[in-house]
């Protein structure tokens, strides 16, 4: 039985100023971390157990070996990571500014050169799932295009699609309406898809939750999660819907925790025999796991480092 999971995305250095309640014009000290959303996805279910590649493009320098490395160790499969000798690995430099709002400087690198000569198709075509959970894929081509066919050819070959937007404001300041217009071409093919409340008023323009979910089922998407922080998952599935609660946490670092949630509903999907056919109160079972590991990545520092075992789940 088919049980490997194919994320496509970005993997990127992420600075996070050391200091805190200052602006990056006047931070001095940052801290190292591998990022990017797919590949967070990733190392969640590898960690949990499962089968996990990633697809994507760094830089052939040793921020792309870091990156390599540091996905190796928690067992995800690399052999679809490519090095781009000819653009540097993609950065990402955070801090908390002195007005208290996020200050964040993109410097894009090797990710956005993804073409559809360098992937395996029949690869591709292989996977029971393909998670397309890129923030930056959305925003030029060649991997714009690259991520539009693969997306088209994983569907024709009846992988299960998952699919996360990863709206991301820095990088779409003032080009809302052509990020709402772009994932609206990937929503009706979607076997499940994964919002955040924020993302979800941002796409359908409607305040009521149970409406702008029904406005995204129209457009063809079957399962919807819709993440509420603290207040646990929004699940709407073939007519039902319900508030699946999380777990009580003391959170000291929210990063990488809707990646976690997703690797989590992907992982225990990769165990089932057709994940296309299940019931609703499946969904909620499964739902209910992924909304702890969602949680519980919360109580440390970092994204990949964070994230729990499936021993270290259960025993929750």
């Known amino acids: 039985m088919k049980q490997s999971i ?12 050391h200091e805190t309640n200052v602006s990056l014009k006047k931070s001095r000290t940052f801290i190292k971390k591998a990022g990017g959303a797919p590949a967070n996805v990733c190392a969640a279910i590898s960690k949990l157990g499962g089968e996990a590649i990633f697809l994507g493009k760094v830089g052939a320098d040793p921020f792309g070996d870091f990156l390599e490395e540091t996905l190796q160790s928690v ?6 990571l490519i090095k781009d ?7 990402a430099f955070v801090s908390l500014g002195e007005d208290g709002q996020r200050d964040f400087v993109f410097n894009r690198g090797a990710d956005a050169n993804l073409t559809l000569d360098e992937v395996p198709l029949e690869i591709v075509g292989s996977m029971k799932i393909v998670h397309f959970g890129s923030a930056t894929a959305l925003l030029t ?15 024709n070959n009846h992988c299960f699609i998952s699919f996360d937007p990863n709206f991301r404001t820095d990088l779409w300041q003032g080009r809302e309406n052509k990020f709402i217009e772009l994932v609206f071409d990937y929503i009706p093919y979607c076997d499940f898809l994964k919002v955040s409340d924020e993302e979800l ?16 089922h129209l457009k063809g998407a079957k399962c919807i999660a819709v993440t509420l922080g603290k207040d646990g998952t929004f699940l709407s599935y073939n007519g039902d819907t319900t508030t699946v609660s999380s777990i009580p946490i003391k959170a000291i670092d929210t ?3 809707g990646d976690a949630f997703v690797g989590a509903t992907l992982y225990q999907l990769s165990k089932l ?8 109160t499946d969904w909620k079972t499964i739902i209910q796991f992924s909304n702890k590991v969602g949680a519980m990545i919360c109580e440390k520092m970092g994204a990949i480092e964070a994230i729990p075992t499936l021993e270290e789940v259960l025993s929750r």
């Open 141 to 155: 081509p060649p991997f714009s295009q690259t991520y539009k066919e693969l997306f088209s050819y994983a569907k």
């Open 6 to 17: 194919l994320c496509i995305g970005e993997c990127l250095i992420d600075f996070f100023s």
């Open 85 to 91: 000798s000819s653009s540097p690995t993609t950065l």
């Open 201 to 216: 008023f941002l796409l359908t323009k409607e305040g009521d939750i149970q409406k702008a979910v029904s406005m995204l």
């Open 75 to 80: 067992g995800v499969h690399t052999n679809l």
């Open 255 to 257: 990063t990488g925790a």
């Open 273 to 280: 025999e057709n994940p296309k056919s299940i019931s609703f």
